[in-house]
């Protein structure tokens, strides 16, 4: 064998051991949150949330630097409860600019868990990549005796650093499962093992170092989503009316006067309305503004033409999104058209 074939074989074989051995490149963007959020005492639970920075988290965890090349940022230092357009359109952007543009393998969001579901179907529906996108929190404070944040931070690194986990769309990891953004739901307010998949149930789970996939995401998601936010500085105007017995219709009138773009219906049931609020939506609908039904009701369906005819008021069910994804996925659809039965068929395709 020659001297050229010889020095060939020596560059392809360090390359394939350089291939092997090289660790996913992981960006870590935080957001505050209860897993950031800092108590007077270990056993208080009173805390401020947001406190923590991106170095004393990931300091927390070190053991995450063995599974990835990490580094992070601090987008904002907020609770999740204030969670905003303005934050949700700068986390995308960057998000789509480390994975597209800086050669990132993944990103990992620390977020709170209030409004954790709904920034990840935002996310699942505007992020441009197929690779792992998860969001991790904390129902304990970072100082709380058995904080739950580091197994939820080094978990989801896991997540992100396993090849399976490619394709799945925007998801979050909590309590050893992983949920897809569209299906996540907090059904409680206190318990570790709050985050569920809602009507569908969870598509995994980490353990150890692995995660582990047993159900396939079928909704349309990221790299086949049709919104952009690219350009956009700010979102379309859409509110959320919540259904009960002898409801007023007053908060449905009131985003009628304000001009919103768009009122989703929390209803009682199968997303239905209470009688005097019927005659607004009907009106609202004449007005310009898209009036989708939901339902109050954690799980299950709000189905297209059941007890209400949608087809005669053109009327927008959301089918499997309950009310909060359903107001994301309106603001979103408003940015394309406002034509109804397009935004139903965006309803039911993703």
């Known amino acids: 064998m020659n001297k050229k074939k010889v020095f060939m074989l020596i560059i392809l074989a360090l390359t394939m051991v350089w291939t092997v051995s090289a660790k996913p490149k992981i960006r870590i963007l935080a957001t505050g949150g209860t897993i950031a959020g800092v108590a007077a005492s270990s056993t208080s639970t009173a805390y401020t949330a947001g406190q923590a920075t991106i170095e004393t988290l990931l300091a ?37 600019q480390l994975l597209n543009e800086e050669g990132y393998d993944a990103v ?7 409004t954790m579901e709904e920034t990840a179907y935002f996310l699942n529906l505007t992020v441009k990549s197929d690779k792992p996108v998860v969001l991790v929190g904390a129902m304990r404070s970072s100082s709380a005796i058995s904080a739950d944040g580091p197994a939820n931070l080094y978990n989801g690194v896991v997540a992100c650093a396993d090849p399976a986990s490619k394709g799945h769309g925007v998801m979050c990891c909590m309590n050893n499962q992983l949920i897809d953004a569209k299906d996540v739901i907090k059904r409680h307010t206190t318990d570790c093992a709050t985050f569920v998949g809602g009507t569908f149930g969870s598509i995994g789970y980490v353990y150890g170092n692995k995660a582990y996939y047993y159900r396939e995401v079928t909704a349309k998601h990221t790299t086949q989503s049709v919104f952009d936010v690219t350009n956009l500085t700010k979102l379309p105007q859409v509110g959320i009316v919540y259904g009960y017995a002898n409801c007023s219709p007053l908060p449905f009138k009131a985003f009628m006067d304000a001009k919103f773009d768009g ?8 997303g239905n309305f209470y009688k005097d609020v019927f005659p607004y939506a009907e009106q609202a609908v004449k007005d310009g503004i898209i009036v989708v039904r939901s339902s109050r009701c954690p799980v299950g369906p709000t189905c297209l033409n059941g007890e209400v005819d949608d087809e005669k008021y053109h009327f927008c069910a959301s089918l499997n999104l309950n009310p909060q994804k359903s107001r994301i996925l309106l603001m979103l659809a408003l940015t394309k058209t406002h034509d109804w039965k397009q935004i139903q068929q965006y309803f039911a395709e993703y």
């Open 108 to 114: 990992l969001i620390t977020h709170g868990t209030d």
């Open 263 to 270: 009122i989703v219906l929390a209803g009682v049931g199968d």
């Open 60 to 96: 927390a965890v070190p053991e995450i630097k063995e599974l990835a090349e990490i580094s992070g940022e601090q987008i904002s230092s907020i609770g999740s409860q204030d969670m905003n357009d303005e934050i949700w359109l700068k986390l995308v952007k960057r998000i789509n």
